[in-house]
């Protein structure tokens, strides 16, 4: 009886993480989608026609006239992302001979992408890759951990609070993915480690521009919806530490309105 319980959980857990999967497909999927509509057709805004785009106005939908002050910008953007780096940190003291440790953040650099049509409404989208982290241990330092990884974020329901060509205060949701990647090296042989995650969450952003100039910052949350596990090539290689991709992340961007 013991054995049958066993399996049957052995079953139903398998079944969980085949659909977690499958969701997980299904979401990169629509916002890979929602990225290169974002890029090669310039925005939603883009989408629809100006002359008859649609807009909410107390309640009931009502066709706009033609958009004086569209604002679609492209920049540089730097990511600054709170890590908790102590189960890791642990993971290495176990080791002998710790040389360094990971730092409690992580930083991002990458491309930034703003379209505001002066009214209410304001769309994101930005791409970051990780400054890799290395740290070494063990005798002569035989093992080594590199961290790196990507970032996409975008945000096409968010309410500008200050309409207008040169300010904007906008609060709404976003969708984040990405993947964290460890690579593993001892005595010279490399393994590798992912940690992908997909996160609904929030942000708000204060932006201002002056001709065909902008910048601004922005503060965004995620609530990682995806396994904490650092997802390994083969049973062979050691466990590493759960980690949760929840948290805050920190954006400082610049850029020229097109």
Wanted: with cysteine.
């Amino acid at each position: 009886m013991y054995l049958t319980g066993k399996t049957d959980r052995i079953a139903i857990k398998t079944n969980l993480h085949q659909l977690i999967s499958y969701m997980k497909s299904f979401l990169l999927s629509v916002s890979f989608s929602l990225l290169a509509l974002n890029i090669f057709a310039g925005g939603i805004e883009k989408i629809i026609p100006r002359a008859t785009k649609p807009q909410l106005h107390f309640g009931m939908m009502k066709d706009l006239p033609k958009y004086n002050h569209e604002r679609d910008g492209r920049g540089l953007l730097y990511m600054y992302v709170p890590f908790n780096s102590t189960a890791l940190n642990n993971y290495l003291e176990a080791q002998s001979s710790v040389h360094g440790s990971f730092d409690n953040n992580y930083m991002m650099i990458g491309l930034d992408d703003v379209s505001n049509n002066g009214k209410h409404s304001d769309i994101i989208g930005c791409f970051g890759i990780m400054l890799p982290q290395k740290v070494n241990a063990g005798p002569a330092d035989s093992v080594q951990l590199r961290l790196s990884g990507w970032h996409h974020t975008f945000s096409f329901l968010a309410w500008d609070f200050i309409p207008g060509e040169t300010v904007a205060l906008a609060i709404g949701t976003a969708w984040s993915y990405g993947n964290l990647k460890m690579r593993r090296t001892i005595n010279g042989q490399k393994t590798r480690y992912t940690n992908p995650f997909v996160a609904p969450g929030a942000r708000a952003e204060f932006r201002l521009t002056f001709g065909n100039f902008y910048f601004g910052g922005r503060t965004t949350y995620r609530y990682d919806l995806t396994h904490e596990l650092w997802k390994r090539k083969n049973d062979m290689m050691p466990v590493l530490p759960e980690y949760d991709n929840s948290g805050m992340a920190y954006f400082g961007y610049i850029g020229l309105i097109l």
